[in-house]
């Protein structure tokens, strides 16, 4: 009985240290490939490579990034969706995390509409102009 108790802590632990477990913050954001409203990158990596679409967001401007679609699950897999704040009042980054699988491309769009109403309606004119699309062409080879 000691044993598996023993065990069973041990595996805890290791669990706890590899952040493995419900509501872990994803640590290793890979290559990072930033973008923002009416901007195309390209992005190119190998199979088994990490990466993270970031786009700068203030939330207390009204800033809202979202992802669209998944891309093709055979050439890239979604991990996590984080954000990381600058400063407090200033913003920060929110990063759309994902791992590179086979080879193939992609694409991935990523939207944001500043101050929208319930329908994702820019509220004014300053509004549609910080609105728009993130997009992110992405080659595994």
Known sequence: MIHRTGLAVLLLVVALVTG???GSAV??????????VGRTADVRLTPGARFSLAVEENTSAGDRWQ???LPDVMVASFISEEYRPAA???GG?????????RPGTATVT???CRRCTAGRTPADEQSRRASGEAIFRITVA
């Open 27 to 36: 640590y290793d954001l890979g290559t990072i490939v930033h973008g923002g």
């Open 88 to 90: 407090e009042g200033a």
């Open 67 to 69: 992802m669209a679609d």
């Open 93 to 101: 980054v929110r990063y759309f995390v994902f791992n590179a699988k």
């Open 20 to 22: 493995c477990g419900t």
């Open 110 to 112: 990523i939207s944001n």
